[in-house]
């Protein structure tokens, strides 16, 4: 069973840094991996992604400079380093990884395996 499990999500004040992880059961050779997040009564956004084949990866403007997303592909991990959170950051976070592709997309839709979250909350 190909498996997606998040940790690391917490409650951090503003400013603050949270660094995520999802562990994956299977082997993350070329996919493409993604971070996502959702709110309540909102739709799931797109937060950053990555391409193992190609490198290329793509942030939301929201996050661009303040998240990094990372591989670690011995330990079959995804990481996703948050600074400078802010309160807009809170969210349930998921991890996600998609098939193979030279580029990564920030879209629900190219994505077949899911985590279950771990909740992020950015308050004082």
């Known amino acids: 069973q190909w498996q997606l499990v998040e940790s690391g999500g917490d409650l951090v004040q503003p400013g603050g840094s949270l660094r995520l992880s999802c562990a994956a059961s299977?082997?993350?050779?070329?996919?493409?991996v993604g971070w996502f997040r959702q709110v309540p009564g909102k739709g799931r956004e797109g937060v950053s992604c990555?391409?193992?084949?190609?490198?290329?990866?793509d942030y939301a403007d929201s996050v661009k400079g303040r998240f990094t997303i990372s591989v670690d592909i011995a330990k079959n991990e995804v990481y996703l380093q948050m600074n400078n959170l802010k309160p807009e950051d809170t969210a349930v976070y998921y991890c996600a990884a998609g098939a193979p592709a030279p580029y990564c997309s920030r879209s629900q839709s190219d994505y077949h395996n899911w985590g279950q979250g771990t909740q992020v909350t950015v308050s004082s």
């Open positions: 299977f082997r993350l050779n070329y996919n493409v």
């Open positions: 990555l391409s193992l084949i190609g490198g290329s990866g």
